[in-house]
């Protein structure tokens, strides 16, 4: 019998900034959005963080969001 061990980590994220820039504007497709996120980490893990994502924005107002640290 195998025992495995878990670990268990309990915190927050605050976010410090959130800068949307227009990437790309498309005629015919989706434009692009970059953003820039940074944000703080307490709890059991601490620390700051910088996320960089690239969100779709298309003609309707929905969007889709890849990120990329």
């Known amino acids: 019998m195998s025992t495995v061990n878990k670990t268990h ?6 976010v410090k900034t ?5 990437y790309e ?13 940074t944000e703080a980490f307490s709890g059991d893990i ?3 963080g910088v ?3 690239l969100q779709a924005v298309r003609k309707d107002g929905s969007a889709r969001t890849s990120s990329r640290a």
Request: proline share 10%; hydrophobic share 30%; charged share 35%.
């Open 9 to 14: 980590a309990t915190g927050k994220i605050e």
């Open 18 to 22: 959130y800068e949307p820039q227009p």
């Open 25 to 37: 504007e498309v005629n015919d497709g989706p434009d692009l959005v970059e953003i820039h996120v």
């Open 46 to 48: 601490e620390g700051d």
């Open 51 to 53: 996320v960089r994502f």
